[in-house]
Antibody
Framework: HLVESGGGVVQPGGSLRLSCAAS????????MNWVRQAPGKGLEWVAF????????YYADSVRGRFTVSRDNSNNTLYLQMNSLRPEDTAVYYCAREGISAVTGTAFLYNYFDPWGQGTLVIVSS | DIQLTQSPSSLSASVGDRVTITCRASQGISNHLNWYQQKPGQVPKLLIF???TLQNGTPSRFSGSGSGTDFTLTISSLQPDDLASYFC?????????FGPGTKVHLK
């Protein structure tokens, strides 16, 4: 299971740190993602961190404001969110990278599975 | 960056109907395309990865096809449990974008 925490209400310009705790699922060998969903809207990928933290990628909408990190010794993923804006209001999900081979191909395929239940962040004055 | 578009944005169909949802990528992504189902109030769930491989537990009425820029998710016989939004997502290169979604309603 993946369990997010740390959401809440914050004023514009404020900061928040989200956590995602993994239990019963392999964590340290897999990349991890943050995905968000604004109320009534679609899914938006936010950030990815490789299993060893060597590579990190961000959506343009959060680059320079959000920082993804992880602690493999504690099976926990983090998202530090600074300079928050009203448009950052969303449910934030963590999702583990899944990797599978497909018969007949030489490639490995990535996807998001499993997902946490999400934590709600509201940016409002 | 790779953009994904989906059509239609919503559809209404009857139980037993064949339903087709299309996803188009702004550039070729081979078959690095995944489909997710999100039922109202629930967490997204992986249905299909690598464009056409069903995730364990996905009912066989779901199928995926396509390669390059054009992809399709098909529900061969729509069931009441399929009321949901469906999102495509590319895993070819970061940023790992999602399509805007298709909401499936029952008539």
């Amino acid at each position: 299971h993946l369990v997010e925490s740390g959401g809440g209400v914050v004023q514009p310009g404020g900061s928040l740190r989200l956590s995602c705790a993994a239990s019963g699922v392999s964590f340290s060998a897999y990349g991890m993602n943050w995905v968000r969903q604004a109320p009534g809207k679609g899914l938006e990928w936010v950030a990815f961190i490789r299993y060893d933290s060597v590579n990190k990628y961000y959506a343009d909408s959060v680059r320079g404001r959000f920082t993804v990190s992880r602690d493999n010794s504690n099976n926990t993923l983090y998202l530090q969110m600074n300079s928050l804006r009203p448009e950052d209001t969303a449910v934030y999900y963590c999702a583990r990278e899944g990797i599978s081979a497909v018969t007949g191909t030489a490639f490995l395929y990535n996807y998001f599975d499993p997902w946490g239940q999400g934590t709600l962040v509201i940016v409002s004055s | 960056d790779i953009q994904l578009t989906q059509s239609p944005s919503s559809l209404s169909a009857s139980v037993g109907d064949r339903v087709t949802i299309t996803c188009r990528a702004s550039q070729g992504i081979s078959n690095h395309l995944n489909w997710y189902q999100q039922k109202p109030g629930q967490v997204p769930k992986l249905l299909i990865f690598a464009a056409s491989t069903l995730q364990n537990g996905t009912p066989s009425r779901f199928s995926g096809s396509g390669s390059g820029t054009d992809f399709t998710l098909t529900i061969s016989s729509l069931q009441p449990d399929d009321l949901a939004s469906y999102f495509c997502q590319q895993s070819y290169s970061a940023p790992f974008s999602f399509g805007p979604g298709t909401k499936v309603h029952l008539k």
